[in-house]
């Protein structure tokens, strides 16, 4: 018995020294210690042994309760709830006991729900809810997107020509690129998969820097390393593009908990696909950014296709957005080629990361119209017809014009100048990286250590000598 009250008293002296600490910033909620505290009575009969509990620190709790433990308002002086239900303080909030064994079910009964801004025809919705845009940045939008689209056509046919290598399209999915970039500030660190190229346009690289990595000349950041489309930029906080799939998220949990370790006024966003989402990195990330209350956006493009996996095989939840909740994550899904839509979402994500130091998770619906890479023929999976309804009749960039012809902003003739000049640009940006000289052989060797180890010269030296014994076997114009 003198375990069982010691046990008792300790509880509620730790419950009194709770509810004097003060409330954690941003949540309304109480920062109190996480405990065992309710012990249940000892059956009649049987003897009252009972253990100490040990204590626990808490972070964030949760938002609601169980039902019972809800319904207790203030758990009395002997540490039991005042019913025939009884409670647990246990870490995340309090939990109720119910004599009745139930499951959970495997899935809700109904589907979430997708926030959307404009219809099929480019108007507002009646009752609809978003950021206001003006017109200056509804017409860059604009303009971005449209630029875009011409960007992914170009680069694609000058790979079909042999031009470059390789080459990845956005096509479908250009309001996700430029309205989600339209919401953020310069200060945000972006950590991107490979299909948001209008993120970097919108931030300001210049078409000339897209030539240039993509035929990997001096001029390349990257300096020819890394395949055509794995673009980066330091100036432009744009982590560098790496092809295995989700490492870039817990980077982004760290770099968002830099960026709050630091009290910046700025977050972090990482851009991933539906498969993604079946990586370790995807739960380890929100895992870890929940914990920490990281200001990070997870951005899922959800476009049905994980090259040739559709959803249906890649999982059996209601999307992505669903997942957030059983790691404490607060979330959102919204039509992905809706461009006000996506605006006003991460728009409202940002703030909620960076003022109530939390993560927040945006599942985009959306459709990749083109083919995976210039490695993929989709209509070996998918049906044509599925193609082309989503290419031209939920195409992001027509209903985004009408919505802007339809406020007066835009005519057919500064569409048909924009799509002739930004053409014109792009072809000259091809030509002067054509002509561009490739990095020399010896950046192979460099940017890993501050003083080149012995090994490395080695082997460099061994590659200058292949080459020059066997010249017809390596390209003619990269230097050695």
């Known amino acids: 018995m003198a375990a069982l009250w010691l046990a008792r008293a300790s509880s509620q002296l730790a419950r009194r020294a709770a509810r004097r600490l003060p409330a954690r910033h941003g949540s ?34 949760f938002a609601g309760e169980s039902s019972a433990a809800a319904a207790v308002d203030e758990e009395p002086e002997n540490g039991f709830v005042a019913s025939d239900q009884q409670a647990v303080d246990f870490p995340g909030g ?32 009646s009752g609809s809810r978003f950021q206001e845009v003006s017109k200056e940045l509804a017409l860059k939008m604009y303009t971005e997107m449209v630029t875009l689209q011409i960007m992914d056509t170009i680069f694609y046919e000058a790979q079909r020509q042999g031009r470059i290598s390789f080459y990845l399209t956005s096509n479908g999915e250009e309001a996700i690129n430029i309205a989600s970039a339209a919401a953020l500030g310069m200060d945000d660190i972006v950590l991107p998969q490979y299909r948001e190229p209008g993120v970097l346009l919108w931030r300001g690289f210049t078409l000339q820097e897209f030539a240039n990595q993509c035929f990997g000349n001096k001029l390349d950041y990257g300096k020819g390393r890394q395949m055509p489309i794995h673009y980066g930029s330091n100036r432009l906080n744009y982590f560098t593009v790496s092809s295995p799939i989700a490492t870039q998220l817990p980077h982004a949990v760290g770099a968002a908990y830099s960026l709050k370790m630091d009290k910046k006024d700025a977050c972090a966003i990482t851009y991933f696909g539906d498969g993604g989402t079946s990586e370790g990195d995807f739960h380890a990330a929100l895992n870890f950014a929940a ?99 989503w290419r031209t009749e939920r195409d992001p960039i027509s209903r985004y014009r009408k919505w802007v012809q339809g406020n007066d902003w835009w005519s057919d003739a500064e569409e048909s100048e924009l799509r002739s000049r930004v053409r014109k640009e792009l072809l000259q940006a091809i030509q002067a990286a054509e002509r561009m000289p490739k990095p020399p052989v010896t950046e192979l060797f460099t940017d890993v250590y501050d003083k080149i180890p012995s090994n490395l010269r080695e082997q460099e030296q061994f590659l200058r000598d292949t080459i020059m014994k066997h010249p017809a076997d390596y390209p003619t114009d990269v230097p050695v």
């Open 28 to 61: 309304g909620e109480p920062t109190s210690p996480w405990f065992l505290g309710v012990v249940p009575p000892p059956a009649l009969g049987s003897p009252a042994v009972e253990k100490s509990r040990r204590g626990f620190c808490s972070v964030r709790r």
């Open 94 to 125: 309090k939990v109720s006991f119910v004599a009745e064994m139930n499951f959970l079910p495997d899935s809700m009964k109904e589907r979430i729900n997708c926030y959307r801004v404009l219809d099929d025809d480019g108007r507002t919705i």
């Open 291 to 389: 914990v920490m209350e990281a200001p990070v956006i997870f951005f899922c493009r959800n476009n049905g296709w994980a090259i040739s996996t559709p959803t249906t095989e890649q999982f059996r939840s209601d999307g992505v957005v669903i997942r957030g909740q059983a790691y404490g994550i607060r979330g959102i899904r919204v039509d992905g080629n809706d461009a006000l839509a996506v605006y006003s979402a991460v728009h409202a994500a940002r703030e909620m990361a960076i003022t109530e130091g939390r993560p927040i998770l945006v599942e985009a619906l959306t459709y990749r119209v083109g083919h995976h890479s210039t490695s993929d023929d989709s209509t070996k999976y998918r049906p044509v017809d599925e193609i082309e309804h």
